[in-house]
């Protein structure tokens, strides 16, 4: 057995994608999408590394873009297998690609208004035609189900306890396992169940989003989030909150809906503006059956997340360019997370200048992209081909990531008796340091650090 790291390594932390070859078969984790500057974003259409359509098999561990947004590029440079995921996962993977492929159908277009006439035209990375080849080839899996998805490789998928469907994957064959995480979520997250213990392997690849740092207390975090709210209320503005519309919106409705009276929010207008939101809260209500004891009273009691007296989810562009007349009392969550794409810009934009607004940034923000400039205090910003002057708040809300800190992640890894060597992914280089040498202090154990290209025996 033997891995071969493609991305999410040498200090990324999109893009995910390993290639596992076993078994004399070759199983493809993750095919995710490069998000950050316009520079590292073109890498999107260059080259996987390997061809297509020697790939066996696809296990997608959850249904993020930077996991699985560039799946169907794969399809259409060949690649002819299953693509494996949890039923959750298989049943929010069209919602994610279609927006992306919208969002690349847009951005082809203007980039081809202005582009040179003698040149040839820029073609978008897939299209709805492409997600659709997609989702014909998916095959939904079951947690803790160990199932044989190409002769002598063995798959069973846990619970990662970061989005819904979320899996830790375990791959077994010729006698060796190799335990992928994917992205691991903290325990205690609303709706979500807790990661499931790390299963025994041979070899494990860990996240190290936050391999450096622990989280606030969650219920400090939460109560930070209530005053934020009362500060903004007393100023008279909006708050603007990027968001991953799978994952991080439901857990502020979650809180909205558990907080509804103490945080006053009867007196707001709270806005989910994005087109995969109905979708997404859709795929939600058909599987419950995920959800913990805690979220399954909320979702029987007055005040459902998704169903709050004041929730407007805006599909539209009409109903989102409405909100822009609104210039206090809206909470306005939109995509993306990192504020590098999508209708939360153009909020942004028309906000930012005026420091009665608030802005919250409620999970990690990559570099390069628009967000981490904003936690970064940049004094002003360039949005549409405009120089904007950045005057609201800018609050970092830590506490809420969907990402196990530097504590989780050595828990889960410890959660085993054995002691397998570890190689760290999807994190940049001074946190995957700084959980390599927690790790090796503890355990004893070899840490690697994946860097693009360089292969690891199981």
Same mark, same amino acid.
């Given at each position: 057995?033997?891995?071969?790291?493609?991305?999410?390594?040498?200090?990324?932390?999109?893009?995910?994608?390993?290639?596992?070859?076993?078994?004399?078969?070759? +199983?493809?984790?993750?095919?995710?999408?490069?998000?950050?500057?316009?520079?590292?974003?073109?890498?999107? &259409?260059?080259?996987?590394?390997?061809? *297509?359509?020697?790939?066996? #098999?696809?296990?997608?561990?959850?249904?993020?873009?930077?996991?699985?947004?560039?799946?169907?590029?794969?399809?259409?440079?060949?690649?002819?297998?299953?693509?494996?995921?949890?039923? #959750?996962?298989?049943?929010?993977?069209?919602?994610?690609?279609?927006?992306?492929?919208?969002?690349?159908?847009?951005?082809?277009?203007?980039?081809?208004?202005?582009?040179?006439?003698?040149?040839?035209?820029?073609? *978008?990375?897939?299209?709805?035609?492409?997600?659709?080849?997609?989702?014909?080839?998916?095959? *939904?899996?079951?947690?803790?189900?160990?199932?044989?998805?190409?002769?002598?490789?063995?798959? &069973?998928?846990?619970?990662?306890?970061?989005?819904?469907?979320?899996?830790?994957?375990?791959?077994?064959?010729?006698?060796?396992?190799?335990?992928?995480?994917?992205?691991?979520?903290?325990? =205690?997250?609303?709706? !979500?169940?807790?990661?499931?213990?790390?299963? #025994?392997?041979?070899?494990?690849?860990?996240?190290?989003?936050?391999?450096?740092?622990?989280?606030?207390?969650?219920?400090?975090? +939460?109560?930070?989030?209530?005053?934020?709210? #009362?500060?903004?209320?007393?100023?008279?503005?909006?708050?603007?909150?990027?968001?991953?519309?799978?994952?991080?919106?439901?857990?502020?409705?979650?809180?909205?809906?558990?907080?509804?009276?103490?945080?006053?929010?009867?007196?707001?207008?709270?806005?989910?503006?994005?087109?995969?939101?109905?979708?997404?809260?859709?795929?939600?209500?058909?599987?419950?059956?995920?959800?913990?004891? &805690?979220?399954?009273?909320?979702?029987? =009691?007055?005040?459902?997340?998704?169903? !709050?007296?004041?929730?407007?989810?805006?599909?539209?562009? +009409?109903?989102?360019?409405?909100?822009?007349?609104?210039?206090?009392?809206?909470?306005?969550?939109?995509?993306?997370?990192?504020?590098?794409?999508?209708?939360?810009?153009?909020?942004?934009?028309?906000? !930012?200048?005026?420091?009665?607004?608030?802005?919250?940034?409620?999970?990690?923000?990559?570099?390069?992209?628009?967000?981490?400039?904003?936690?970064?205090?940049?004094?002003?910003?360039?949005?549409?081909?405009?120089?904007? *002057? +950045?005057?609201?708040?800018?609050?970092?809300?830590?506490?809420?990531?969907?990402?196990?800190?530097?504590?989780?992640?050595?828990?889960?890894?410890?959660?085993?008796?054995?002691?397998?060597?570890?190689?760290?992914?999807?994190?940049?280089?001074?946190?995957?340091?700084?959980?390599?040498?927690?790790?090796?202090?503890?355990?004893?154990?070899?840490?690697?650090?994946?860097?693009?290209?360089?292969?690891?025996?199981?």
């Amino acid at each position: 057995m033997r891995v071969v790291f493609h991305g999410a390594a040498g200090g990324e932390v999109t893009g995910s994608c390993h290639l596992v070859e076993v078994a004399g078969k070759r +199983v493809l984790l993750d095919c995710g999408m490069l998000q950050g500057s316009r520079d590292v974003e073109a890498r999107n &259409r260059a080259s996987f590394g390997f061809d *297509p359509a020697s790939i066996d #098999a696809l296990v997608l561990s959850h249904a993020h873009i930077d996991h699985c947004g560039r799946i169907p590029i794969l399809l259409k440079r060949g690649f002819a297998g299953a693509i494996h995921a949890q039923t #959750a996962t298989c049943d929010l993977l069209p919602v994610m690609l279609r927006d992306a492929a919208s969002l690349s159908e847009r951005s082809a277009e203007r980039e081809n208004r202005e582009r040179r006439a003698d040149l040839p035209p820029i073609e *978008p990375l897939y299209t709805p035609v492409d997600v659709a080849a997609t989702q014909r080839r998916l095959r *939904p899996q079951a947690y803790d189900t160990p199932v044989e998805i190409l002769p002598g490789v063995m798959l &069973r998928l846990h619970e990662a306890g970061h989005i819904l469907g979320s899996s830790v994957v375990e791959l077994r064959a010729e006698g060796r396992t190799l335990v992928f995480s994917g992205d691991l979520g903290v325990r =205690g997250t609303p709706i !979500l169940r807790d990661p499931a213990p790390r299963p #025994a392997a041979d070899l494990v690849l860990l996240e190290s989003t936050y391999g450096d740092r622990n989280h606030r207390d969650r219920a400090a975090t +939460v109560a930070e989030l209530g005053d934020i709210l #009362a500060h903004a209320r007393a100023d008279g503005g909006n708050v603007i909150i990027p968001a991953f519309a799978v994952g991080r919106s439901q857990e502020l409705l979650y809180w909205f809906a558990e907080y509804f009276d103490r945080w006053q929010l009867a007196s707001w207008t709270i806005f989910l503006d994005s087109p995969m939101a109905a979708k997404v809260m859709a795929v939600y209500d058909r599987h419950e059956a995920l959800f913990d004891a &805690r979220a399954e009273k909320l979702w029987r =009691g007055r005040r459902r997340p998704f169903k !709050l007296p004041n929730l407007r989810v805006c599909e539209t562009t +009409v109903e989102s360019r409405a909100i822009k007349r609104i210039h206090g009392g809206a909470i306005i969550i939109a995509g993306s997370g990192m504020a590098n794409g999508g209708r939360v810009r153009h909020h942004l934009a028309n906000n !930012l200048a005026f420091a009665r607004h608030h802005v919250v940034f409620v999970g990690y923000q990559a570099a390069g992209t628009l967000g981490r400039t904003l936690v970064n205090r940049a004094p002003r910003v360039r949005l549409f081909g405009a120089e904007i *002057p +950045v005057r609201a708040a800018i609050h970092t809300v830590g506490g809420l990531s969907a990402h196990a800190d530097q504590r989780g992640l050595l828990d889960w890894y410890a959660s085993a008796g054995d002691r397998p060597p570890v190689v760290l992914v999807h994190g940049e280089d001074d946190a995957r340091r700084a959980l390599a040498a927690e790790l090796h202090r503890r355990h004893g154990i070899a840490v690697t650090l994946a860097q693009a290209g360089a292969t690891q025996a199981a």
